[in-house]
């Protein structure tokens, strides 16, 4: 089994930054894309960023495109999301998720992905 934990999410002002990390830790990560995932009240979670094996096929959302970067460290087993020019919008809860090993691409469906962290609430004020 993969254990997922995030860094604490926040408050933050429209216009600002903030950075989410995801440890991934027991079973090892072995070809895995990992995701970010958001959710409100009363709707579906849906994917905002996500990342390969191979680092190469980041994919965003079009709501976020150009303003969140999401990046994986060299042992592969942590993942960033840098969330910049923050909206109101993006209030959330984030969630990290994995797929399965040998999953190696991003999929946009949360059913395709196996493991999730215990997300983390970030709010941004207007």
């Known amino acids: 089994q993969v254990q997922l934990v995030e860094s604490e999410g926040g408050l933050v002002q429209a216009g600002g930054s903030l950075r989410l990390s995801c440890t991934a830790s027991?079973?090892?990560?072995?070809?895995?894309?990992m995701g970010w995932f958001r959710q409100t009240p009363g709707k579906e979670r849906e994917l905002v960023a996500g990342i390969g094996w191979s680092d190469i096929t980041a994919s965003y959302s079009e709501s976020v495109k150009g303003r969140f970067t999401v990046s994986r460290d060299s042992t592969k087993n942590t993942m960033h999301l840098q969330m910049n020019s923050l909206k109101p919008e993006d209030t959330a809860v984030y969630y990290c998720?994995?797929?399965?090993?040998?999953?190696?691409?991003?999929?946009?469906?949360?059913?395709?992905?196996?493991?999730w962290g215990q997300g983390t609430q970030v709010t941004v004020s207007s």
């Open positions: 027991g079973q090892t990560l072995t070809r895995n894309a």
């Open positions: 998720a994995a797929r399965s090993s040998y999953n190696d691409f991003v999929s946009y469906s949360s059913g395709q992905y196996s493991y």
